[in-house]
């Protein structure tokens, strides 16, 4: 699953955490088929839920469900109804269970949809969703493919520095931790680049696609099928953006491996 995308409730409005990933589709069919995915997953998380309230896994499985959902939602009041039930049944759950990193980590993250319908007001959420974060990180700092770090990093990054918790150092050692604990993962290497890109550090970029090049076919192979098709639409547009922040435009998938190497290395 891919990580929450925090940009946008600081910045006003969403990225790409985890991004997040449906927008940057491009085909509206294929759109519609994860929409449908998304919410075939909404239902049978919550009859789940609904079997087993008492259950920490069936809650923490719905409030993935439920930022899922929250995604892809049109309006910002489904956007909040959504993230609010996500968010109660982690914090109704955490009451029983309060050492689950899954739901500490998935408070933050429907903390993070709820935030994209409160405009300035998302702020105030913001050290909410750090401490959710750091709490996760504490407990399982490998879940998700290292997502606390990761959403750490994109808090610290693109949150105000001046009235609020935006830390470049803070930003760039989270994104690091994420890709040494999950470099396969290559959701966190291009928040790493795109991080070094807003700072305008070229050479840090640069290092990081070419560590991308590297580990590209064989994230492909570990990350294969329906479930990845979202993340590997958003990955993909991402990466020729920042291929595009170096002159050099992508022009299909099938030749991006090999399209890496550019004369500008």
């Known amino acids: ?27 509206p069919a294929t759109e519609t088929n994860l929409v449908a ?17 008492r259950d920490t896994e069936a809650a923490w499985q719905f409030a993935r469900a439920c930022f899922d959902l929250a995604d892809v939602a049109t309006e910002s009041a489904e956007r909040a109804e959504v993230a609010e039930q996500g968010i109660a049944a982690c914090r109704q759950a955490l009451a029983r269970d309060p050492n689950s990193a899954p739901l500490h980590y998935y408070l ?36 998700d493919y290292a ?9 610290y990054r693109d949150a105000p520095a001046l009235g609020s918790i935006g830390n470049r150092v803070k930003a760039r050692q989270h994104l690091q931790r994420a890709t040494e604990l999950a470099p396969q993962y290559p959701e966190n290497r291009l928040n790493l680049i795109e991080a ?5 550090d ?5 290092r990081e696609l070419k560590a991308l090049e590297e580990l590209w076919p064989g994230a492909r192979a570990i990350h294969a099928g329906n479930p990845w098709a979202a993340s590997w639409l958003d990955w993909e ?7 595009f922040a170096f ?19």
Do not use: C
């Not at 070094?196 to 305008?200: I, P, T």
């Not at 547009?237 to 291929?243: F, Q």
């Open 1 to 27: 699953m891919v990580g929450v995308a925090l940009a946008f409730l600081l910045t006003l409005p969403l990225d790409a955490a985890a991004q997040t990933n449906r927008s940057a589709n491009p085909h």
């Open 37 to 53: 995915q998304v919410k075939k997953n909404f239902r049978r998380a919550h009859a789940r839920y609904q079997n087993e309230p």
């Open 108 to 143: 933050g993250m429907n903390l993070g949809q709820l935030a994209q319908t409160k405009g300035l007001g998302a702020l105030k959420l913001v050290t909410e969703m750090e401490r959710e974060f750091s709490l996760a990180r504490e407990l399982d700092e490998q879940f």
């Open 147 to 155: 997502g606390p770090d990761r959403n750490l990093g994109l808090l």
């Open 196 to 200: 070094y890109l807003k700072w305008g």
């Open 202 to 206: 070229r050479q840090g970029a640069r």
């Open 237 to 243: 547009k991402r990466l020729s953006l920042s291929a």
């Open 247 to 265: 002159g050099f435009p992508f022009r299909s998938r099938i030749s991006m491996v090999a399209a890496w190497r550019w004369s500008v290395f």
